[in-house]
């Protein structure tokens, strides 16, 4: 895959915007043309100091592909965390439970 196509599967071809429904092919300064809402996509590699001090913005995923409204960065951030340690929790707890069940290699002697 090149570097292109990398990189536009982690943005819109097209977007539009979540709060006008304006459709647009270029993003100017970060905002939308039509309203002028700020429009974050990962490859804009915004610091968590910007994203604290802006505190809501409109990100694309693009798992989802779509506009994901965070009202809250400081809440989003904290709920983020939270899951990723229940996450790594579940993890850990699977990998106890799967070396409890391994068992030492048997040797089979060919006669």
């Known amino acids: 895959m090149s570097l292109r196509e990398e990189i ?3 943005r819109p071809q097209r977007y539009q ?3 006008c429904r304006w459709d647009f092919a270029f993003r100017k300064k970060r905002c939308c ?3 002028g809402t700020l429009l974050l996509i990962a490859s804009d590699n915004p610091t968590d100091a910007e994203l604290t001090a802006l505190k809501s913005f409109w ?3 693009p798992g ?3 506009w994901e409204y965070t009202p809250d960065w400081e809440e989003h951030k904290r709920e983020a965390m939270r899951r990723f340690e229940q996450y790594t929790q579940v993890w850990r707890t699977g990998l106890l439970k799967a070396e409890g069940k391994l068992r030492p290699p ?3 002697w060919i006669q």
């Open 17 to 19: 915007c979540p709060k």
């Open 106 to 108: 048997t040797t089979r």
């Open 33 to 35: 043309p039509g309203c």
């Open 8 to 10: 536009m599967r982690f």
């Open 64 to 66: 989802k592909e779509k």
């Open 59 to 61: 990100m694309w995923e």
